[in-house]
């Protein structure tokens, strides 16, 4: 019996490329069935501020805590968290998506008149967010338009309360999953973190 699982490439029965790659949009759709929390990510560079909305994010380790979060590179947020090598990230609540859809935007100085204070690092965090996180980079990689920021978490403080979720484009809560606003293609397109700066 042939394990096919151990043929070197070229050999009969190893993998070769998939003959057609799957496309932007048929890739996006098919994400958009992941369903992930919402966050603001924050960074201090140059004395100035920024923040943009990601759901690029998951942990990565328990001992050290890490996480990974993703960026577009167009993003001013990305570039802060580049040039300073701290971030920090506030998980938002269910009743925070108006401030998702705003830090979704290209407008500048988007913490002005945005309820929020200092973390333990003096990071912004945002308040009545379910949690917040701050973190250290350890490292950086390129992952086709965004750069991946791996991350030492060295601060946190877990809240109450529901977390707000993203899902098919659109923002709600648990319990708006399978509803129909919901689930109609590019609902709430602004919640996406590849429009956030």
Known sequence: MVDSGSAAAGE?????????????????????????????VSAVADREQFAATVSALTSVSLEPPMLLVCLNRTSATQGAIARSGRFAVSILAEHQRQLAR?????????????????????????????????????????GGTHTVFLAEVVAGCAGCGRPLVYYRGALGGFADIGHHSMLRPGADARGSQDRAS
Request: charged share 25%; hydrophobic share 45%.
């Open 12 to 40: 009969p029965g190893a993998p070769g490329p998939p003959r057609d790659r799957i496309g932007r949009d048929a890739f996006r759709d098919v994400m958009g069935r992941f369903v992930s929390g919402v966050t603001v």
């Open 102 to 142: 705003w830090f979704a935007t290209k407008e500048a100085a988007k913490l002005d008149g945005v309820v929020a204070e200092a973390g333990p690092g003096g990071l912004p965090v945002i308040k009545e967010a379910v949690a917040y996180l701050e973190c250290l980079v350890r490292d950086t990689a390129r």
